[in-house]
Each structure stands twice: as structure tokens, then as C-alpha cells.
């Protein structure tokens, strides 16, 4: 909190993603009477984070659920974080770019969706502060990021939702291509592509999820949809599963490290993997030798 007084306006941006919260039903302020209530309760701390490269949120807060108590135990320290429920992502990436026509799109606050028990909610508190300088106690009434059981509850969820349908095609590359909130998919025709993107949509729309912006390597498809869903349309690389992926072009790229600028290489399977270096540079093939000296 002591970032926010010294920055007003970073406070006022935090203080109005807080607002939007409240007036979606995100969030609530706790009752006077419940503040010291029956029920676990334990109070996250939170920060704002700034990424001014979003499309969307150039702010978002960030809630730390593994923080110590006074008792050195913290809520994530309770919680049972679930079985994986994501597809391989290595087999996603590859269905993704089998298709002519490439479409990815992700769930808008996908953790937010999910309602939290009455009686659970207590244990997702937060602390904030008016403008007369008292501080208000907050909780969420839905799932929250910072929740070890947050990815298996929001799988599990969209899982659910998807076995009350028939397992048409679009059911079922939902149920493949769905990493976390990510939807990567794509058909052999923009027609068909944007057919599959609003059958998906609809889809999640019954869970009141909202399948939103769209990135595709066709303009044909972005042309089709403008009016009905928010898209990205940029010469810059989009972020998909920790690649970037320049839709315009549709090729990836990574940012690499020139291995030059480097007065002493540690020779570490990791580092190797770190550095991401040009293996047509001496050093880099020096270092390559190495670890794989060590490696035999």
C-alpha cells in the first residue's frame, strides 16, 4: 500500500479495476457484525500489477493466498490444489497449427465466473482503504486467481458444463484444445472458422462465460465477427501458451540472448534452456558442447 500513496494515479486506476469488482458481484464488503465471525477467516495480501501490453486490463490485482498467518500457515497451505485437468500442451500447440486457419480466444476473468460458498468466503478476505482512511473489509464471492485450487476448479467447471452437451465436433475440440482459459483451435475455411468460434461462444455463454478476444491469421474472419466480439488485429506477436505468434504473419518467434554479451557462461542444462542463444554463434555451440559433456 505504501507504492499506491506515493503513485495517485496508479491508486485511482487500482481503486476503479475494485469498483468494477464491486458492482459485478466479484467482491463484497463484509458485514460489521461478521468481521469477527464463526466462520476460518483469513486475509490475502494483494498488489497491483502493471502491464501496460494487455489488450484488455492494463491493471490487475494480485492476491497472494500462499502468505504465512500469524500461525505461519497460509491458506494455500490448506487446500488440496486438485489433479491437472489441462491437455497436454505440447499436443495442443500441434492441433492448433494444423488448420489453414487458425483461431485462438480466451475466457473473459475466467476464475472470477465461479461463485465461492457462503461459508468459504471468509477465507478469501482482503483488506482496503477508504478515501477518509479507514479500511474496509473486503472477501470474494468468487474464485480467486491466487487460489492453489483455482486452475482444477476452473477446469473442472468448463468440463461439467461441456458433458451436458452432445459431443458435437465443436464440443469436443473445446474439450481438447481448452488450456485453462485458452482456446486454441482453427478449421480448414474462414467460413467454417468463424462458424466453430460462435458455437463455442454460445456454448460457454450458457456457463455465462464470454469467449472474447478472438486473434486469427485470417482478416476474413475478423471482418465477420468486429461487430459481435472484441478481436486483436496486430502487427506485434500475440502471446499463446508462452509463445508469440505474429497472426498478421502468422509465425512464431522468441526473444533471444545474445550470447556475446556474456563474460562467463555457467555451463547448466538450465541456463542452456535459459538463454535461449543462437546456435550459430561460437559461444553458444561452446556451451551447447559443454552441457552436453556433462550431460554424458
Known amino acids: 500500500m505504501i507504492k499506491l500513496e506515493h503513485d495517485k494515479e496508479l491508486k485511482k486506476e487500482y481503486q476503479k479495476v475494485f469498483d468494477s469488482y464491486e458492482s459485478d458481484h466479484i467482491i463484497e464488503e463484509v458485514p460489521r457484525q461478521e468481521i469477527s465471525g464463526v466462520n476460518p477467516v483469513y486475509y490475502m495480501p494483494h498488489r497491483p500489477v502493471v502491464k501496460l501490453s494487455s489488450s484488455s486490463t492494463k491493471i490487475k490485482p494480485v492476491f497472494d493466498a500462499s502468505a504465512s ?42 476464475f472470477l465466473q465461479i461463485s465461492v460458498q457462503e461459508k468459504d468466503r471468509d477465507v478469501h478476505r482482503f483488506l482496503w482503504p477508504r478515501d477518509d482512511g479507514t479500511i474496509r473489509h473486503m472477501r470474494f464471492t468468487r474464485v480467486p486467481f491466487g487460489n492453489t485450487a483455482s486452475p482444477f476448479l476452473l477446469n473442472a467447471t468448463i468440463k461439467h458444463h461441456l458433458d451436458k452437451y452432445p459431443p458435437t465436433s ?11 482459459d ?58 499463446v501458451l508462452g509463445l508469440k505468434w505474429c497472426n498478421s504473419l502468422d509465425s512464431f518467434s522468441f526473444d533471444g540472448i ?30 551447447e558442447a559443454k552441457v552436453s559433456k556433462m550431460a554424458s
Do not use: H
Not at 465443436?170 to 485453462?180: H, P
Not at 462458424?195 to 455465462?208: G, N, Y
Not at 538463454?275 to 559461444?283: K, P
Open 182 to 239: 485458452n482456446w486454441l483451435s482453427g478449421a480448414d475455411s474462414a467460413v467454417e472458422a468463424a462458424d466453430k468460434f460462435c458455437e463455442a461462444r454460445s456454448i460457454l455463454a450458457d456457463a455465462s462465460m464470454d469467449l472474447t478476444k478472438l486473434v486469427s491469421n485470417s482478416l476474413l474472419i475478423t471482418s465477420q465477427l468486429c461487430d459481435k466480439v472484441p478481436f486483436i488485429n496486430s502487427d506485434e506477436p500475440n502471446t
Open 69 to 110: 498467518c500469524y500461525d505461519g500457515v497460509s491458506l494455500n497451505d490448506c487446500l488440496s490444489s486438485g489433479p491437472s485437468l489441462n491437455p497436454d500442451l505440447v499436443e495442443v500447440l500441434i492441433r492448433f497449427r494444423r488448420w489453414p486457419i487458425a483461431v485462438t480466444a480466451d475466457i473473459r476473468k475466467a
Open 170 to 180: 465443436v464440443v469436443q475440440d473445446l474439450k481438447a484444445n481448452m488450456y485453462t
Open 258 to 287: 545474445n550470447s556475446d554479451s556474456f563474460v562467463e557462461v555457467v555451463s547448466t542444462k538450465r541456463r542452456t534452456l535459459e538463454t535461449g542463444f543462437d546456435l550459430g554463434s561460437r559461444n553458444a555451440i561452446r556451451v
